[in-house]
């Protein structure tokens, strides 16, 4: 099973490098020989994973999700969160100890090897059924090696980092999800199992059902090895008895902390089948099972001020700021109240006592206000432009936005792309810390990030930041002040610029901002590659003084470098070229592109009728530029082809 898995992801990485980004990490040979060899493992273990490049799921829709009632009632797990009340329920039986995983339950059942029917939990006695959307979770098996009836059930999840790069996706802040749970029952309950695979949703087995025929030696931890021997990834789990579950307990605490998969407790059931099926259930629980929650390290503090932060789409956040208190292992000084209804339901007010927690843990928040005295104003300008706020109802609760649509925090777009690698590339500004110096009113112009140092008590006092932090930004932003004209006219955002265009225009009007500035749409359309809509976007732009103010304003702020291109070499100087595939003699494409472009050369990014020359070292591949390239009678030379016919070396 390791190897397959290996092999799996091995397949699946060459696949995506080779498919979407033209790029190959292996030989056509090389994955033929991993493919077949990992055929042979599915054929001699009888185990196929839904993730295989060997099966093909295809994609479908439903109109809604029929009903089904479960074979055997699914209960819920009386709780508790003392950890004596947990060592004293084993009675001095062995049990598993597991984390209860933060999802979605599933009752998967197979037939003959083959997955035919996946329900929802529901309500525990009607699920819905989601079959189809199951055959694309990320690590369920299509087909197992057991061939009898199987029924199984476990907790379809969404990993708190596939959570972060699927929320880093939505630019509306009100649209991110808010939190893995609530993603991943959305995921596994859409009509189209097409954007289930899209969400990357895990399944972890934690209970054996029904699989006839198996004597699994009245063990529950037997069982779950079974599951495990067919492929399945089952929930970690470890034996326990009075002597050693408090000592698990710890472990388990220690690792929630940086534990990839949403948990909100820890299971206990007895490893005893027939012991544990003796004792019954209540009408609610089961007696052979109890779920533990984490008891919430609660500490008191005093409320300092609440930060109100806007955001892109003008809500502004209230963030509580707090005297510094120690919970779970770590220094907390603040937490997102979230919305001005909270906010009131804890009538809050400067100098309250209130006692805070780390929900599952993890996340900060305010218990209660032992104080009360509810005269927390609510800004009624917002403290990034002093525009109007306004209380908004959103379903059942209100919120504060900021009223006015040119408000400097919504422009985190623009500077976004103002501070990314191929425009001014100022390493360590994320767009993170884009958003707070916003929100903090730090950032207006474009300029403004030049001077940051104005800010730098405030900021080294930041949550993420301090001294060495800010030192090092400050160093990023000097070094970017050293830079060409062409990621000064890319970081601008004029409309259907990107960097290779320009690049174009800077080397046509050979670095003269004026001469660009005050080009007509005639003459701006007569550039190669610019065209009429692109030359009438330029022109729009720098009719607005606006903008033009702008660009001067920077370019103040900059050390502008010459590009030094030797137009000497015909054979490159005004060609155009496609480089993909991996390359031997230079670092990487960017290296290559710059030796053309040094040139007078243009490298883009599609082959077509106008491409001088496609270059790929594998030159037999089936790539779709390697096919465009032979389509339309376009060379394919390798990289010494190149390095041979074009620069005589």
């Not at 009509?191 to 059902?209: D, G, H, I, M, Q």
């Not at 069982?223 to 495990?228: A, G, H, K, V």
């Not at 800004?379 to 379903?395: D, F, V």
């Not at 501070?419 to 707070?436: P, W």
Request: with cysteine; glycine share 6%.
């Amino acid at each position: 099973m390791d190897r397959m898995r290996e092999l799996i992801d091995l397949l699946n990485e060459a696949s995506k490098a080779y498919y979407a980004e033209d790029r190959e990490i292996m030989s056509n040979y090389e994955y033929d020989a991993l493919y077949d060899e990992l055929v042979a493992l599915e054929e001699s273990t009888g185990i196929t994973m839904s993730d295989s490049p060997t099966v093909n799921v295809g994609f479908e829709s439903v109109d809604e999700l029929p009903k089904e009632r479960h074979e055997k009632p699914m209960l819920s797990l009386s709780k508790t969160k003392d950890r004596e009340e947990l060592r004293s329920f084993l009675g001095g039986k062995e049990g598993l100890l597991s984390w209860k995983l933060d999802g979605l339950t599933i009752v998967l059942t197979y037939a003959d090897g083959k997955l035919v029917k996946a329900v929802t939990r529901g309500n525990g006695e009607i699920g819905e059924v989601i079959t189809s959307n199951a055959m694309v979770f990320k690590n369920v098996p299509h087909s197992i090696a057991y061939k009898g009836t199987l029924i199984l059930r476990g907790e379809a999840v969404i990993k708190y980092s596939d959570f972060e790069k699927i929320n880093s996706t939505i630019e509306d802040v009100d649209a991110k999800y808010k939190n893995p749970r609530n993603l991943c029952s959305g995921s596994v309950r859409q009509l189209s199992n097409k954007v289930t695979a899209e969400r990357s949703v895990y399944f972890y087995a934690f209970s054996l059902v029904q699989a006839e025929g198996v004597d699994f030696k009245n063990s529950r931890e037997e069982q779950l090895d079974f599951l495990s021997r067919q492929g399945f990834d089952v929930v970690e789990h470890h034996r326990v008895d009075e002597s050693n579950i408090i000592a698990e307990i710890e472990n388990y605490a220690k690792k929630i902390e940086t534990y990839d998969i949403p948990s909100d407790g820890l299971v206990l059931i007895l490893d005893d089948i027939a012991y544990g099926q003796s004792l019954g259930r209540t009408a609610k629980f089961p007696r052979d099972s109890i779920a533990f929650k984490w008891s919430d390290e609660i500490k008191e503090t005093v409320l300092k001020e609440v930060e109100w932060s806007p955001s892109r789409t003008g809500l502004i956040n209230p963030v509580a700021i707090f005297d510094p208190v120690e919970l779970e292992g770590t220094t907390v000084t603040r937490a997102s109240v979230h919305n001005v209804s909270i906010v009131r339901s804890l009538k809050l007010g400067i100098g309250d006592r209130i006692t805070v927690y780390k929900a599952n843990m993890i996340i900060p928040q305010i218990a209660q206000n032992l104080t009360g005295s509810d005269n927390l104003e609510i800004p009624t300008a917002c403290p990034c432009c002093g525009g109007a706020t306004e209380i908004r109802k959103q379903l059942d609760a209100m919120s504060l936005y900021c009223s006015n649509p040119d408000c400097d925090a919504k422009k985190i777009k623009a500077f976004t792309l103002f501070v990314s690698r191929d425009a001014m590339n100022i390493d360590g500004m994320s767009e993170a810390t884009l958003e707070k110096f916003l929100a903090h009113g730090f950032l207006h112009s474009f300029t403004d990030i030049y001077h940051l140092d104005r800010y730098e008590n405030i900021i080294v006092e930041m949550e993420g930041f301090g001294q060495k932090s800010f030192d090092n930004l400050v160093e990023a932003v000097e070094k970017s002040k050293k830079t060409t004209l062409a990621r000064v006219i890319y970081s601008l955002g004029i409309p259907g610029i990107g960097s290779a265009n320009a690049k174009v225009l800077c080397r046509y009007y050979d670095n003269d901002v004026d001469a660009l500035m005050n080009a007509s749409v005639e003459e701006l359309s007569e550039i190669e590659g610019i065209g009429g809509v692109l030359a009438s976007g330029v022109r729009a732009y720098f009719d607005d003084e606006k903008h033009t103010k702008l660009l001067r304003d920077i370019l103040n702020e900059l050390t502008i470098e010459e590009e030094t291109v030797d137009r000497s070499n015909d054979r490159i100087n005004g060609q155009s070229f496609v480089i993909t595939g991996s390359l031997n003699t230079y670092v990487n494409r960017d290296e290559l592109k710059a030796v053309i472009e040094s040139l007078g050369g243009k490298v883009t990014g599609s082959v077509t009728s106008k491409t001088t020359a496609l270059i790929n070292n594998d030159i037999n591949s089936n790539s779709s530029k390697n096919k465009k390239a032979k389509e339309l009678s376009v060379p394919i030379i390798s990289e010494e082809d190149f390095k041979r016919d074009y620069l005589g070396v």
